[in-house]
């Protein structure tokens, strides 16, 4: 199976902070990578597609990039809504996997 | 608009079997796959395997081969997940989500709770 880990596993920002979420995949997924975000009693909803596609509804402050092994999330500047859990999934060969998350937290 | 609504909260004894629904909308249906993904409280996504209901293939992941049956009806356009031989360790969330390559809808979530 692939393993895809994130780090960190808990960030503590500020309202207004730039966000990085590092995910890295066990083996060369070239560009199938999606991040979701969840928060509590709520499913994960589909943020980004394909490494760096929006999915529809999204606010351009989140953008993804990367490719093969390395892949980055990133919020340009958080607003309160986007204190939540992030999850990376490739879905290049199955099972498809999914990272342990990262938490994004106030400071 | 694509919806996914799922059967209620199921409460199961060790060693019994749990088979949770979701009713797609629209065209779900059509040309898509339907998965499931389960998380255990305060952990994790773990993908459990799917189905692509046009052509009723399943494919299942190997840590729950033998013990999960994915099955859908065309007709009324619900999938179902059916879990066998229960545990503690299966007491989570089951979500059902809509798989375009990755998972674009998703289902509100089942509880499965296994308790003697």
């Known amino acids: 199976d692939i393993q895809m880990t994130q780090s960190p596993s808990t960030l503590s920002v500020s309202v207004g902070d730039r966000v990085t979420i590092s995910c890295r995949a066990s083996e060369n997924i070239i560009s199938w990578l999606a991040w979701y975000q969840q928060t509590p009693g709520k499913a994960p909803q589909a943020l980004i597609y394909?490494?760096?596609n929006l999915q529809s509804g999204v606010p351009s402050r989140f953008s993804g990039s990367g490719s093969g092994t390395e892949f980055t999330l990133t919020i340009s500047s958080v607003q309160p809504e986007d204190f939540a859990t992030y999850y990376c999934q490739q879905y290049s060969l199955t099972p498809w996997t999914f990272g342990q998350g990262t938490k994004v937290e106030i400071k | 608009q694509v919806q996914l609504v799922q059967s209620g909260a199921e409460v199961k004894k060790p060693g019994s079997s749990v088979k949770v629904s979701c009713k797609a909308s629209?065209?779900?249906?059509?040309?898509?796959?339907i998965s499931w993904v389960r998380q255990v409280p305060g952990q994790g996504l773990e993908w459990m395997g799917k189905?692509?209901?046009?052509?009723?293939?399943?494919n299942y992941a190997q840590k729950f081969q033998g013990r999960v049956t994915i099955t859908a009806d065309k007709s009324t356009l619900t999938a179902y997940m059916e879990l066998s031989s229960l545990t503690s360790e299966d007491t989570a969330v089951y979500y059902c989500?809509?798989?375009?390559?990755?998972?674009?809808?998703w289902g509100q979530g089942t509880l499965v709770t296994v308790s003697s």
């Open positions: 629209g065209d779900t249906f059509r040309n898509n796959a």
């Open positions: 394909k490494t760096s």
């Open positions: 189905i692509i209901p046009h052509i009723q293939v399943a």
């Open positions: 989500a809509r798989e375009r390559d990755y998972f674009d809808y």
